[in-house]
């Protein structure tokens, strides 16, 4: 039987320079993806990594963020990014 749970990386090990940029605005917090969707100062919008165990979730969390007014293009690319940086769900999951 395939482990099929998502393996988050240790947040020591993703280097912060270099990667925030490619995140279009989503910052690593603490095992939180948090996105400032709500203007400057003000609170988030916040995805616990620790919810994110199957390519399932990692899905509808994409399909989720879509729906959203605030979601621009950069937005949905930089989750994205920063998932495959934190998560690595092609390395850590066989969902055939």
Known sequence: ??????RLTAASKIAPNGRLDRWGGWILDDGW?????????????DVGLDRLTSLYEVV????HI???????????????????DTVRPARTMDDR
Do not use: E, N, Q
């Not at 509808?60 to 399909?63: N, T």
């Not at 959203?68 to 990014?81: I, N, P």
């Open 33 to 45: 993806l948090r996105y400032p969707a709500y203007g400057r100062g003000r609170s988030t919008y």
């Open 66 to 84: 879509s729906r959203k007014v605030w979601a621009t293009d950069a937005c949905l690319a930089g989750f994205v990014r920063a998932i495959g």
């Open 60 to 63: 509808d969390f994409i399909d």
């Open 1 to 6: 039987m395939t482990d099929r749970t998502l």
